[in-house]
């Protein structure tokens, strides 16, 4: 059970939300309590156990979008939180309040047939979309907070992809065609082309893809492997203002205020005086 607390950095200064990469005391409690988990309830399933704490840089590393909907289903929901989707991330980075240069951020799936690459999944997740919507278009950009894992025999890697009952199924044409040039988020949180755009949106035209920011700051929608994670990967979360979430927050902060102001008295006894009379 996690006890510890996420401490997260103001995405705008002074306002919520917070945003951080995993990492610290809340990532190692985190990943320890996610890979209970998968041990007890996906038999230690290689294609989830890919999160690992580093102990010398105190980051989370790797990341797959299979083992991010069960760290947001599992992990992070319960505590009001989520990871981040594309324009969270683009502008965390953009405001220098993350630096995520060098990393990738797994953040969405985009469905655009029910052809390969990944046609049983494709398949399954579309026939979902069809029973909220008959009318559905596509592609459709999918959060990653917004699925659920469920279990399959059949299924390539023994997972599938379950909506969330409150998910978002976005109609985005940005995602057919060739790649293209863009520099900020429509609306939807999708690219707004952009011909003169700093960054380009790399797509493909069928199946079921991976969406991820790259280590160049590219949009990667256009990759077919969903289950390989690698030591550059970065889990990135969110508080969206959860109220209970800030309470705890606030809470842990006084009580590590009230342990320091102890811890310097015991040590300080000159300070005693100081630190009362504030």
């Not at 909907?69 to 220098?96: C, D, Q």
């Amino acid at each position: 059970m996690v006890n510890t607390v996420f401490r997260g950095k103001p995405l705008v200064p002074k306002e919520v939300p917070m945003i951080d990469i995993l990492r610290d005391e809340f990532g190692k409690d985190s990943v320890e309590e996610y890979k209970g988990i998968v041990r007890a309830d996906y038999n230690g399933n290689p294609v989830l156990n890919v999160l690992d704490y580093n102990n010398k840089t105190g980051n989370v590393e790797g990341s797959t979008p299979y083992a991010l909907v069960l760290f947001n289903e599992r992990i992070l929901k319960p505590r009001g939180l989520r990871t981040a989707n594309f324009p969270e991330l683009y502008f965390a980075h953009s405001n220098e309040v993350l630096n995520l240069e060098g990393t990738y951020e797994d953040a969405a799936l985009i469905l655009r047939s029910e052809e390969d690459p990944n046609s049983y999944l494709a398949k399954d997740v579309m026939s979902q979309v069809k029973a909220r919507n008959k009318e559905q278009e596509f592609p459709t950009r999918i959060n990653l907070y917004d699925f659920s894992l469920g279990k399959d025999a059949n299924a390539p890697k023994g997972l599938v992809f379950k909506l969330n009952e409150d998910a978002q199924i976005i109609h985005a044409p940005v995602y057919s065609g060739s790649n293209k040039r863009f520099s900020t988020f429509d609306e939807n949180g999708d690219p707004a082309l952009d011909e003169s755009g700093d960054k380009t949106l790399h797509t493909r035209g069928s199946g079921l893809l991976r969406a991820y920011v790259a280590g160049d700051l590219d949009l990667i929608a256009s990759s077919e492997d969903l289950a390989n994670a690698y030591p550059y990967g970065r889990v990135v979360v969110i508080a969206k203002g959860d109220a209970k979430f800030f309470e705890a927050y606030l809470s842990k902060l006084k009580e590590e205020k009230d342990n320091l102001i102890r811890e310097i008295e015991k040590r300080y006894p000159e300070a005693q005086r100081v630190l009362r009379g504030r």
